[in-house]
Nanobody, 123 residues
Framework: VQLQASGGGLVQSGGSLRLSCADS????????MGWFRQAPEKEREFVAA????????WYADSVKGRFTISRDNAKNTIFLQMTSLKPEDTAVYYC?????????????????WGQGTLVTVSS
């Protein structure tokens, strides 16, 4: 599994961005996939996750109703559609893959990580 995140950038408060995370491997469809973020001087935190079938999702309370996670297993890609962005959403966003999928909100359970993409929301 080799994850490559993209789609970050600078956006005004209230705007939208869509992050993508592509996997160059061939086992992508078997993994629970998640998005995490880390703001300056803060710990990494869970954002959203999606099981391998795409039938179950999990979201942090801070992003519920604003962010949507999805996946296209045929393209080995997951997405994070972010709307109504706020300055507090500013962070480096990381995608990750979890073979087990038993605790999708726990970063320690994830086996593979992408390099991160920076999202900056201006007020």
């Amino acid at each position: 599994v080799q994850l490559q995140a993209s789609g970050g950038g600078l956006v005004q408060s209230g705007g939208s961005l869509r992050l993508s995370c592509a996997d160059s491997g061939d086992t992508f469809s078997r993994y629970t996939m998640g998005w995490f973020r880390q703001a300056p001087e803060k710990e990494r935190e869970f954002v959203a996750a999606l099981n391998w079938r795409g039938t179950s999702t999990w979201y942090a309370d801070s992003v519920k109703g604003r962010f949507t996670i999805s996946r296209d297993n045929a393209k080995n890609t997951i997405f994070l559609q972010m709307t109504s962005l706020k300055p507090e959403d500013t962070a480096v966003y990381y995608c990750a893959a979890d073979r087990g999928g038993t605790r999708p909100t726990m970063s320690v359970d994830y086996d593979y990580w992408g390099q991160g993409t920076l999202v900056t929301v201006s007020s």
